[in-house]
Nanobody
Framework: QVQLVESGGGSVQSGGSLRLSCAVS????????MGWFRQAPGKEREGVPG???????RYADSVKGRFTISRDNTKKTLDLQMNSLEPEDTAMYYC?????????????????????WGQGIQVTVSS
């Protein structure tokens, strides 16, 4: 079982930036097929960005142009740069991984395709 540990969360003012990092501390799938999800109180968990083996990415419409996902396969990390943050971005953010059999771009934002999850890290954006 892969272990995923998020870091870099916190509180910022509206319009500010944060960078989240996900470290893969064990497992065999690395960072080839991973993504970030978020969940706010009273709302469903939603996919934010996802990535497949060749680096192709897919973003939720609400974060396009503001968030950027990247990976470092040597260091086994997955990062999420978040700019122009809004109060609506306030949520618990989770790093997640998919098995190779589900590593298709069309599944990048689908919760059911992911099998391993981090503990989550809080992001709070104040107005």
């Amino acid at each position: 079982q892969v272990q995923l540990v998020e870091s870099g969360g916190g509180s910022v003012q509206s319009g500010g930036s944060l960078r989240l990092s996900c470290a893969v501390s064990s497992g065999t799938y690395g960072t080839d097929c991973m993504g970030w999800f978020r969940q706010a109180p009273g709302k469903e968990r939603e996919g934010v960005p996802g990535m497949i083996t060749d680096g192709t990415t897919r973003y939720a419409d609400s974060v396009k142009g503001r968030f950027t996902i990247s990976r470092d396969n040597t260091k086994k990390t997955l990062d999420l740069q978040m700019n122009s943050l809004e109060p609506e971005d306030t949520a618990m953010y989770y790093c997640a991984a998919r098995r190779p059999a589900h590593c298709y771009i069309d599944y990048a934002l689908e919760e059911w395709a992911y099998y391993a999850w981090g503990q989550g890290i809080q992001v709070t954006v104040s107005s």
